[in-house]
Every structure is written in C-alpha cells, then in structure tokens.
Nanobody
C-alpha cells in the first residue's frame, strides 16, 4: 500500500512559479513510476508529467513541456513538479499518482495504482 500526499498548491499570478511536492508512504516508492495529472473545471483529467522509478526518464504533456520539470528523491520518498511561467490555463487540481508499470501515464489512467487527494493550483491573469 502506498499513500500519496500532495502539497505546494496555491494562488499565483501568471508568469509565476510553484513547486508541488508529493510525499509517499511505504518502502516500495522507488519501484514505482510517479507522475502528475491535473483536472481543470469542466475538463477530463490530463496527464502532465511522469518520471520512471530510477528517475532516468521523464515525459511531459505538450502543453507544459519546457515550463514544468518533474523530479524525484527516492531517499525522501518524494516526487516534485516545478512549474514555471504559469498560465491561467494551468489552473486545475493537480494529482500525484503512482503506477508500478508506468502504463497509466499518457496511456490508460485506469492502470494507475495509487492517487493522491489533489492540490489546487490557481493562476490569475
């Protein structure tokens, strides 16, 4: 069992930055591909970024590529999402997720093993 707890959301002006953190419980964190999804009002949940278990490979949605950076610290059981040059369209609830196979990111989110509770990010214009 893995429990995920996000933090770091909030209100920021367009062009600003935020860093989200996701702390995971359990001793198997380093076995999971980790990532972030978001859901904007009235829209489907969207995969934003993912990072493989070792941290050796990352992938981003086109909408955030070049602005967001995902990273992880396996010693701290934590994954991060650094968000720069934020836009109003980045406003959403951001969810941390864990998937042992990695297939749940950018393919079929039904494969995701664990979800966090979400943290609100609001970008004002």
């Amino acid at each position: 069992q893995v429990r995920l707890v996000e933090s770091g959301g909030g209100l920021v002006q367009a062009g600003g930055s935020l860093r989200l953190s996701c702390a995971a419980s359990g001793r198997t964190f380093s076995s999971y591909t980790m990532g972030w999804f978001r859901r904007a009002p009235g829209k489907e949940r969207e995969c934003v970024a993912r990072i493989t278990s070792s941290g050796g490979s990352t992938r981003y949605a086109d909408s955030v590529s070049g602005r967001f950076t995902i990273s992880r610290d396996n010693a701290k059981n934590t994954v991060y999402l650094q968000m720069n040059s934020l836009k109003p369209e980045d406003t959403a609830v951001y969810y941390c997720a864990a998937d042992r196979t990695g297939w749940g990111f950018f393919n079929d989110l039904r494969s995701i093993d664990y979800w966090g509770q979400g943290t609100q990010v609001t970008v004002s214009s």
